[in-house]
């Protein structure tokens, strides 16, 4: 059979968007295996999974909470039972945890880091970027089945999204193995805006050289209606907030405009940020490799250029 597990992701209740973006992609590939798509809950709540054709709930408050050696268990009883050809988990940091360790569990090949997925000839194919994003490696597991970890922002979440009520299975959860207990969910510090959902992105790198400076990305932002991210030294640092960094270790987002102000591209920056729709970098170093995968580029001092620019914006 060809059908295709989503396993689903939730905090605190809530479904993350990472669910929605493999559900809408899970549905793509059902129908070019010719199989179901089916979504997996461990611990959690069926509701907004509409588009599943069957949704199977494993567990109860007991699985609530991830932990390593449960969660798995309780994936590898499920892939047993439902034997689906495709198995997609997001790369989160619990999922890298989870399809890591359920591939090891149940032999079945993993395809890590995956940020395109088709069917072709009937043979699943995906593109792992590995690497930190310097190399993408299209890869086809043999016929039989394949774990997918899928990176956040890869596939469009809104294909995801149904009103239908699907068909409710119940799965008997695995023997609880509570060496490893969960004890308390650490909130980050609340986000003063979620650049993933911007629409222009005005990022700072090291290139800006304080805190006070970054004054000058804000008036760029404002102008042009966008939020202020930032590469990791200027978070490190405590310039800008954990919230507002961009790349492996932060968020990744995809705006329709990005300007890259002092950054140099490394590849753990531009995993976080080189889907987006228009790349502009201002850079004084010619060679940096932002200029790689930027649309546009200025080669110059960021000081003298955006303050000219956000006058020429606003006029
Ligand atoms: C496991 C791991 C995870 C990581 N996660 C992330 C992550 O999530 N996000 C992230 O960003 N990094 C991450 N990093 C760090 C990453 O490797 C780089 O060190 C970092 O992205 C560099 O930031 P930067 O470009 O701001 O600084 P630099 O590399 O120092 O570049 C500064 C740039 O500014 C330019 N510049 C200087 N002055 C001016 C000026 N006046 N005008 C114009 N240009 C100027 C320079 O030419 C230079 O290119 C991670 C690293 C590791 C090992």
Redesign the pocket.
């Known amino acids: 059979m060809g059908n295709v597990l989503v396993v689903v992701e939730q905090l605190n209740g809530k479904t993350g968007e990472i669910t929605f973006e493999m559900l809408g992609k899970g549905r793509e590939l059902a129908s070019a295996l010719g199989g179901e798509l089916h979504a997996l809950v461990i611990g959690g709540q069926a509701d907004e999974l509409g588009i599943a054709d069957k949704v199977w709930v494993m567990g109860d408050g007991a699985l609530a909470h991830y932990t390593s050696a449960n969660h798995k268990a309780a994936l590898v009883a499920a892939i047993s039972a439902i034997s689906p050809r495709v198995t997609l988990i997001g790369n989160t940091s619990i999922g890298m945890d989870l399809a890591a360790g359920a591939s090891a569990a149940t032999g079945i090949p993993l395809i890590a880091y995956c940020n395109a997925l088709r069917v072709e000839g009937g043979q699943v194919v995906g593109t792992s970027q590995i690497y930190g994003g310097k190399v993408l490696a299209e890869v086809a597991p043999e016929d039989g089945a394949c774990i997918v970890s899928v990176l956040a922002g890869a596939f469009p979440a809104s294909a995801g999204r149904s009103d239908k009520t699907p068909v409710l299975e119940t799965l008997a959860p695995p023997a609880l193995d509570n060496r490893v207990r969960f004890v308390r969910l650490i909130e980050p510090e609340a986000a003063d805006v979620d650049i993933t959902k911007a629409a222009v992105v005005v990022s700072v790198?090291?290139?800006i050289q304080s805190a006070d400076n970054i004054e000058l990305a804000d008036g760029l932002a404002d102008a042009l209606g966008g939020v202020v991210g930032a590469?990791?030294?200027?978070t490190d640092a405590g310039w800008l907030p954990k919230s507002r960094?961009?790349?492996?270790?932060?968020l990744r987002v995809k705006p329709k405009l990005y300007l890259a102000l002092?950054?140099?591209?490394?590849p753990?920056?531009l995993e976080?940020m080189k889907d987006s729709g228009l790349i502009i970098a201002?850079?004084?170093?010619a060679s940096?490799p932002i200029f790689d995968v930027a649309h546009y580029g200025v080669v110059?001092?960021?000081?003298e250029i955006v303050p000219a620019l956000t006058e020429k914006i606003k006029g």
């Open positions: 790198g090291r290139g590469s990791r030294p200027v960094q961009v790349g492996k270790s932060g002092g950054i140099s591209g490394a753990e920056h976080g201002i850079n004084q170093d940096a110059g001092d960021l000081f």
